[in-house]
Each structure stands twice: as structure tokens, then as C-alpha cells.
């Protein structure tokens, strides 16, 4: 079985996540904020997109983000388990047509 990947467009994912970041500083004056979002990342040299999950724990100090700390997870098993779930979720696994 042979799923079809998804069209790689999450650039726009990330900017929005540090944008989100950057500029609700308000909220958070003072405190620290936890921002999480999944995208596909690839290397110059690879074609192939791998799940990535991106953690950031910001710190800010009179409205400005003083300091960041995150991790890069790979979650490609995980997602490649989910959209395998889903096809045999809607599709018949003898006949390969739709269950609905």
C-alpha cells in the first residue's frame, strides 16, 4: 500500500509560529510562553519531507522575548502510522475502494 505525500507548503506554518511568538508579547509580560507546531522539514541535498514537531519556550521581559529555548522532534513513524490508520479507516482493505 502506497500512500501519496502531502504537498510540502508549511513555510508558511513556521513564519506564522514565530510570529505568533514575536508579537504577543503583551500577553506574556513577565511570564514565559510554550508554542508547538508540526511541519515538514527536508535538507538542500534530500527530496523526501520528514514530520517534524517544534517546541519553543520563550521568556519575556517587559514585553520582549529575551530568550528562547526549543527542541526539533522527528515524528515521521508516528505520522506515517496515522495516515496509515485513516486509508485503512476509509478504505476496503480486499478491494481497495471506499468504504462510504
Known amino acids: 500500500m502506497a500512500l501519496r505525500p502531502y504537498p510540502p507548503n508549511d513555510l508558511h506554518i513556521f513564519r506564522y509560529f514565530l510570529h505568533k511568538i514575536y ?3 503583551s500577553r506574556y509580560w513577565g511570564r ?3 508554542q508547538t507546531c508540526k511541519i ?3 535538507s538542500h541535498k534530500k ?3 520528514l514530520w517534524s514537531e517544534i517546541h519553543i519556550i520563550t521568556y519575556f521581559d517587559d514585553h520582549q522575548p ?5 527542541n526539533l522532534r522527528n ?3 508516528q505520522k506515517l502510522w496515522q495516515q496509515r490508520i485513516e486509508h485503512e479507516a476509509f478504505f476496503d482493505k ?3 475502494l471506499l468504504n462510504k
Open 75 to 77: 515524528i515521521q513513524a
Open 40 to 42: 515538514r522539514i527536508r
Open 23 to 25: 508579537h504577543s508579547s
Open 66 to 70: 529575551v530568550i528562547a529555548f526549543g
Open 94 to 96: 480486499l478491494t481497495g
Open 47 to 49: 527530496t523526501d519531507y
Open 32 to 34: 514565559t510562553c510554550n
